[in-house]
């Protein structure tokens, strides 16, 4: 006779998109009570978190009027540059300012409240500043705005002064070197050549004093022009944050991507047998047969048959703890009369031509069945597959209980 072998092997966990969503429907409850978890930690984080209020104040940045910012050209001024502009007026100077005016002891602590932003085609800066209230938000936004524009003009008076100092320092210089040139003029003979060189020599002087003093006489009346606010900043009427949206999906994000993890955790820790998919997907046995009725139990007797043609010993072993394999083996024989000459066994005498393992209710585990597949194959039975029994041990009908013998005769 021939039979068919079996033997005990945990194959491998599906891989890719399916594996990972058979497993999350395997554990979808783990998996919706971290998504509820995130979600209420959402909320929990939003009900706890202060809410903070933003006031803007805009303001229209204009040439300072310093000589430096002209064309060389055309001598118009260029508009000043609003990526720069906008550095500037979250600096270190700026916030040192706007700290002096707030009377604020950390500036650094009032840059990471305060954001600028550009809008698009305009020469205007927008900035906001956050507070915990909207009287400090509106204060704290009037304050930057004020103490960039006052930068911005001590900047731009600062640079005005060293081109002063620096034009004075040369018009002194120019002044002398003419005196110089007039005395050595009045030395020289008229019609010499060394006069005709003199004479030229002062001529050139002159000019370059005419052009200095013009310049310097610019630069000392510039009237600094570093831009104006056009936008005060008013308390806010509604906290900016924090946004329950944003809160929310953060708690559920972060839920879903805790759940897979635990759903995975819990998927791969489980030894639990509780139905054929994870008989089949943890050990690499078929289930034959799931239930008790006799619908089923015929098919199992028919499979049995079909595989054990030639007849034998067939040998009923009931892995879950506590179970009695002996009525499945009743109805076995029952089921099986006039199929084939199959002897029906419960015992745990050695050695058998196949052999059927029962798991009655959901407290079997897989080192269950790998014990009783490990015992079988010791002794040199192929396992024809599994019988699950939901419901606990499968009831014998009455008057169908039958000593443990063969179980019919082919005829």
Partial sequence: MSHPASSFSV????????????????????????????????GAALAVTPPSYAATAEVLVLATGVPDQAGPATGRREPPDLGTEARLARSAAVAARAARTLKAADPAALRDRVTVAVPSGSAVLALSFTAGDPANAAAGAAAFAQAYL?????????????QAKALSARLRQTEAALSGAA????RLAPGSAGHAVAADRQRVLARQLDALTARYDALTTVAVTPGTVISDARPPAAPAGP???????GGVF????AGIGAALARDRLDT???DPADVERRTGLTVLCEGDGPHELR?????VSRRLRDGGELLVRAVTPGADPEPLADELRTAMAGLAPIWVRTDHAAGADAALLLIAGGDTRTWHLAGAVHRLRRTGTPVLGVVMSPGGEPPPRPGRRHPAGPAAHAS
């Fill in 11 to 42: 194959p491998r966990p599906g891989r890719g998109v399916i594996g990972l969503g058979a497993a999350l429907r395997r554990r979808r409850t783990v998996l919706i009570a971290f998504l509820l978890a995130g979600a209420c930690g959402g």
């Fill in 150 to 162: 006052d930068d911005r003009a001590a900047t731009a008076a600062a640079t005005l002064d060293l």
């Fill in 183 to 186: 005395t050595r003029l009045a």
């Fill in 243 to 249: 946004g329950p949206p944003l809160y929310l999906a």
């Fill in 254 to 257: 972060a839920g879903l991507l």
């Fill in 272 to 274: 639990r047998l509780r």
């Fill in 299 to 303: 098919e199992l007797a028919i499979s």
